[in-house]
């Protein structure tokens, strides 16, 4: 199996990629390929596992940095509009079906976390897509942000975003709040979990990793974009070409389950819903990993391969 890093143009910015080829990889045969694509603020140096796992499956496999993140390009850095990143998955696959050895009529996109609301909203409008994985998708950012805080601080989350917004209009441009630490304006639209820091920091200490390869920072802006994105219904439009969700039932506080399952009931066939009994960030760990992205790779074989 082989890697190599590649570039590809969306809306003029370049964006970077890291390339996956089976193992006996022959540029005369076609194969099956896959995007896949990364959580909140995260880079694609998390989903190298998750990349060679689906090679190791027989696919092509292109794990993408969305714009401004990784080592994708785009100024300001942190800067996290979803549309964007749609386009950005589109572009992807603009570049994957040019490639030798990939049959552009078996291409499939994965994302997990926010990019599965991003992977959802993209099948939904790229019939190019003929299976749509989303592996605990946040498929609402409005009723995300709501969910992760009492509702008096939901409001004054919203009363900050529109002051930021009107000082944007005087002072010009695209303040920043850090990822991981606490904002000195004391600004926190995304309450940390006690759980999920003892989870992630147990984990540092075990094996050194911190799990998810999160931006420093991102853009306060990008908090509003967050919000006006929804993909839960967007999934209607999906079918007759594949989807299937991977949601995990355990404790899981960053993947609302409503919206999960309000995208599964209104997608067409044919769809799959697969239940993993897994903690929130169980599925980037080893051995959860590999049954999670089993899953997917099952699906996949029965649409694509």
């Known amino acids: ?93 603009d570049w994957l079906e040019t490639q030798p050895g990939v049959d552009p009529t078996r291409i499939g996109i994965w994302g997990t976390s926010f990019g599965g609301g991003i992977v959802t909203h993209v099948a939904a409008h790229d019939i190019r897509v003929r299976a749509c994985v989303a592996q605990a998708p946040i498929l609402d950012g409005d009723f995300w942000i709501r969910s992760l805080n009492r509702e008096t601080d939901y409001l004054a989350v919203r009363k900050y975003l529109l002051a930021a917004r009107r000082k944007r209009l005087v002072e010009g441009g695209d303040p920043t709040m850090p990822m991981g630490a606490q904002p000195e304006d004391g600004f926190m639209p995304m309450p940390a979990d006690p759980a999920m820091i003892e989870d992630v920091m147990g984990w540092y200490q075990k094996t050194g990793d911190m799990l998810m390869h999160s931006a420093p920072e991102i853009t306060i802006e990008s908090f509003e974009q967050v919000m006006q994105f929804d993909a839960t219904y967007t999934a209607r439009k999906i079918a007759p070409r594949a989807y299937c969700i991977v949601q995990l039932t355990g404790h899981d506080v960053y993947h609302p389950n409503e919206p999960i399952q309000t995208a599964y009931r ?24 590999e049954q999670a992205i089993g899953a997917a790779a099952a699906f996949f074989d029965e649409y694509l391969a």
């Open 1 to 93: 199996m082989s890697e190599k890093v590649i570039q590809f143009a969306s809306q003029s910015i370049t964006c970077e990629g890291t390339l996956h080829l089976p193992v006996g990889f022959d540029a005369q045969h076609k194969y099956p390929a896959l995007v896949i694509g990364h959580g909140f603020t995260v880079s694609r140096s998390s989903l190298v596992q998750e990349a060679r796992l689906f090679a190791e499956a027989g696919y092509i496999t292109l794990a993408i940095d969305y714009r401004h993140f990784g080592t994708s390009g785009g100024e300001p850095r942190g800067r996290l509009w979803p549309m964007q990143e749609v386009e950005d998955f589109r572009a992807a696959i």
């Open 266 to 289: 209104v997608a067409g066939e044919p769809k799959r819903m697969v239940s993993l009994k897994m903690d929130q960030l169980d599925a980037y760990k080893p051995g959860f990993r």
